[in-house]
């Protein structure tokens, strides 16, 4: 639901941590991991369902998300509408533009009601911008980003990503290239990106996909195509 944000509770401890191998974490900072990529999977699930490549992920500021996405690339017909660009959509939705645009509204700009009940931190938030909240945030991915995507986390000078399996053909945290940390002062700041849980879980999503045929794929890139084809047609 729009401008909804969700809080660690006691019932996220019954997820079962898959945690990271190639970093060192407290057992507190991986559960939290764990709470917030089990939640970016739940929206590549989503995707997957609605027959798009299963990649989902959450902006996490302050123990909240502040911005869901998953991919929409099919439904939409637009190639760049990547899980972390709806995201990005998503987060600058629920936050002012400037601090003077927040003042006296909630995260999507409307006077809360008197009797609202709001999270207690939310004083502090409604204060912040929507850049504001992008240099604080953590955003949890299902799969590594893509170059575009990794390029403008940058540019929105998004300090850290957590993503679960490594993407071979496109990603850009070093997988293929690493604009996160090369050195191109345009983009910004570094970005670090981190190998983080269930790694083996988005990968039998992407999995269970490609099993399948893209209805949205171009004629060559469709599987199972009968080789005397004409391909004219599609």
Request: net charge negative; hydrophobic share 35%; aromatic share 6%.
């Amino acid at each position: 639901m729009a401008g909804e944000t969700v809080h660690a509770s006691p019932s996220h401890a019954d997820y079962k941590c898959s945690c990271f191998n190639s970093f060192e974490y407290s057992e507190s900072e991986s559960c939290e991991n764990c709470i917030w990529m089990h939640a970016a999977l739940d929206l590549a699930k989503e995707a997957l369902e609605a027959g798009e490549v299963p990649v989902g992920c959450v902006f996490v500021y302050n123990s909240e998300i502040v911005g869901r996405g998953r991919n929409r690339v099919n439904e939409t017909r637009n190639a760049t509408r990547h899980a972390e660009m709806v995201a990005i959509d998503d987060l600058r939705k629920r936050f002012p533009n400037t601090a003077s645009d927040g003042a006296g509204n909630d995260l999507l700009g409307h006077k809360p009601p008197a009797d609202d009940c709001r999270p207690q931190n939310y004083s502090e938030t409604s204060q912040l911008t929507a850049d504001d909240v992008f240099r604080l945030a953590t955003l949890y991915v299902t799969c590594e980003p893509c170059i575009m995507c990794t390029a403008a986390l940058r540019i929105l000078h998004v300090p850290t990503v957590v993503y679960g399996c490594a993407n071979e053909r496109f990603g850009g945290c070093g997988s293929v290239v690493n604009i996160a940390a090369d050195s191109l002062p345009s983009l910004g700041p570094e970005l670090i990106c981190l190998r983080g849980p269930f790694a083996e879980e988005s990968i039998d999503l992407l999995k269970s996909f490609y099993k399948g045929e893209n209805p949205s794929a171009p004629c060559p890139k469709r599987k199972n195509l009968v080789h005397n084809q004409n391909t004219a047609s599609c």
